[in-house]
Nanobody, 114 residues
């Protein structure tokens, strides 16, 4: 079973940038489409972005043009560069397949505030 560990979160001001990383254990990582999700306080977890096995990205409208997802199959990692962060991006961010069918990691907190 693939295990996921997210990192790279932090506190930034609006307009700032962060890069999130997701490290996946196991040898089957390159067989999965992967994605990022987030969960804000009091809200349901929502899908943010995904990337196919072949590297084709897809984004939620709320982050399109600001976030960039990428993957390195040789290193079993998925990253998400987040630019022009907004207060409403504040959430715990998780990686998983687009269908959420792997065990969820602990997530990484992103806080955007002035």
């Amino acid at each position: 079973q693939v295990q996921l560990v997210e990192s790279g979160g932090g506190s930034v001001q609006p307009g700032g940038s962060l890069t999130l990383s997701c490290a996946a254990s196991g040898s089957r990582f390159n067989l999965y489409d992967m994605g990022w999700f987030r969960q804000a306080p009091g809200k349901q977890r929502e899908w943010v972005a995904s990337i196919s096995i072949g590297g084709i990205p897809n984004y939620a409208d709320s982050v399109k043009g600001r976030f960039t997802i990428s993957r390195d199959n040789a290193k079993n990692t998925v990253r998400m560069q987040m630019n022009n962060l907004k207060v409403e991006d504040t959430a715990v961010y998780y990686c998983n397949t687009p269908w959420g069918d792997l065990s969820w990691g602990q997530g990484t907190q992103v806080t955007v505030s002035s």
